[in-house]
């Protein structure tokens, strides 16, 4: 076995490192939607379910139609993937690569409805095609099966940090990747944050859909090449 073939990390940390990177674009586009959409999640689904149950209520700056987009998009893009992916064994980075193009197209087109127009139809739009795109992500990284890493939800992982015993001490630590998960949702919510507020949104979006972009490169490049120097 050559040298290259020794130092070229395994797939499974590869896919690690890249679901890291669209769990914090997760973070960035859900700060969009609570901030600038309505007070909607497109990611965290659990959320949402929340805060459609204030929109039941009556509670003000929550619309229960905003809230009902987001879900059935979301429902959507799951189902799209769920069904109509193809089977991940021996594949799953070319998998992930194809998986981010896809989101990248679909960000792409909600940057250009937030460059382009405005208002509630503006709204909607954006809400629908991002919840399309990150309900995708979640059915895909379901069945990538990578523990505790979700990329758009973090109750069972920080359950699972709590609960098992840590394992800092392994090189495939899951207490490490959970950590990891958090601070990368973390981060993502909060340049996210800062770009809507100090730039616009569409400058948000358009950065998320870059950063996709870049992992769909990077998952589809040649294996040799993925641990080259």
Do not use: C
């Not at 359950?159 to 098992?164: G, V």
């Amino acid at each position: 076995m050559d040298a290259n073939a020794e130092a070229k990390p395994p797939d499974e940390a590869v896919l690690v490192r890249l679901l890291l990177v669209m769990t914090v674009v997760t973070g960035a586009v859900d700060a969009v939607s609570v901030l600038q959409l309505d007070h909607v999640f497109v990611g965290n689904m659990t959320g949402n379910v929340v805060f459609l149950g204030f929109a039941f209520a009556g509670a003000k700056g929550f619309s229960v139609a905003a809230s009902l987009v987001a879900l059935g998009a979301f429902l959507v893009g799951a189902a799209i993937v769920g069904r109509h992916f193809p089977m991940l064994e021996g594949r799953k980075r070319q998998g992930l690569g194809q998986m981010a193009a896809a989101e990248a197209v679909l960000l792409a087109a909600a940057t250009a409805v937030a460059a382009i127009t405005n208002g509630t139809a503006a709204r909607y739009a954006m809400t629908l095609i991002l919840a399309v795109a990150m309900g995708g992500q979640n059915a895909f990284a379901r069945r990538l099966a990578v523990p505790n890493l979700t990329t758009t939800v973090l109750t069972l992982t920080l359950s699972s940090l709590a609960e098992d015993p840590w394992d800092l001490d392994r090189p495939d630590s899951r207490v490490r990747r959970g950590l990891a998960s958090v601070a990368a949702m973390l981060v993502g919510a909060a340049l996210g944050a800062l770009l809507v507020l100090r730039a616009s949104t569409g400058w948000t979006l358009g950065a998320t859909t870059g950063v996709l972009a870049a992992v769909a490169m990077a998952a589809l490049l040649p294996r040799h090449r993925i641990g080259a120097n």
